[in-house]
């Protein structure tokens, strides 16, 4: 079971695509809603330099945008 | 309608679909229903799905929806177009496509897939500012979306760049979110619709900045403000945030041979025909006079149901 955290918004249409394709592969990820969060914001863009969104994180593999290809590999699915 | 789906190219058996869409946005997508349900072997290529839509905030002249986000309404159109069985390939864009022996070529980063017919519904994508420091900046605190990234920018203080409809949109959701909000536009006054122009005036967290010209965008690791021209000084205005919001260039660079107006946007006439016998283009890509989603969406409509017609009138020559 890999360490999975999603950095998103409420707002961003790929934030909601990227949980729901998780969701729909039987991913378990942690839910971080970096709106109205400054702390989770710095920390994600400690991770990522930058502050676009979403992030994933699988286990230390950052992926930002939502690039299905590459996190279907790195997810291993 | 795919009596004649296969054909020789370079001695190999080549699939040749009835229709390829290029986008996936309220054109693409109502364009590919109605392909579907007129049993046209269809396959759709885009970069993303939903387009400006997914982008949005929120939308009130969609009839049919009093109010509804962009988020909500692109799922739904995704929704629809799951019902059918329509080949969607996403993160793939048109590089280039021609026309040739009667067949349309389309390439993309990853394939090339022939068509019998094509609709261009590729959209439009943000202007940029095309200063110092944009590139260098880009999600690292300048963003052209304020729906997507606007949350991030709590409590800061941001600059919306424009002065239309797209720029006091952003702002107006910014208010709400940022401390300070100022407008930067190029004009003596901003443009708009006047129900939205209000909103922002009433609001006392903003300045808007008129006759101002943006001419780099400054910061260390993230941004951290910009400079810009205002008369003949030029200032510096400190900020957490910019949102570079002038405008929209169509996604039409892959359409050589195909005639434009002088923005770029591909000219068609009322029933979605391009110069091109075949190739039919539909939504904000086009000079369609009013960029609109529920106007796109019409035009994808009358796209799909002229591909079809001509169809049927050209079957006999392939």
Redesign the interface.
Known sequence: MKNVKVYGTSTCAFCVKLKQFLKDNNVEFEDIDVSQNQERVREMVEKTGQMGVPVIDVEGEIIVGFDRARIMKALEL | MNIKSRTVVDNKMEKVYDLIIVGAGPAGITAAIYAARKKMDCLVLTV?V?GQT??S?DIENYTGYQFV???EL??KFEEHIKKYNVKVK??EAVKELRKEGGKIFVKTEKNTYLSRSLIIASGKKSKELSVPGEKEYK???L?YCA??????F??KEVVVVGGGNSALDAALQLIR?AKKVYVMNISDKLAGDAVMRDKLESADNVTVINNAEVIEILGR??VEGLRYRIGDEEKELPAGGVFVEIGLVPNSEFTRGIDKNKQGEILVNSITETNVPGIFAAGDVTDVIEKQIIIAAGEGAKAALKAFRYLLETEEDI
């Open positions: 993303d939903g997914a982008w905030g986000s962009g988020r692109t799922a996403e993160n999600n690292k605190g963003t729906t997507c990234d606007g949350p991030l709590e409590g979110i690791k993230m």
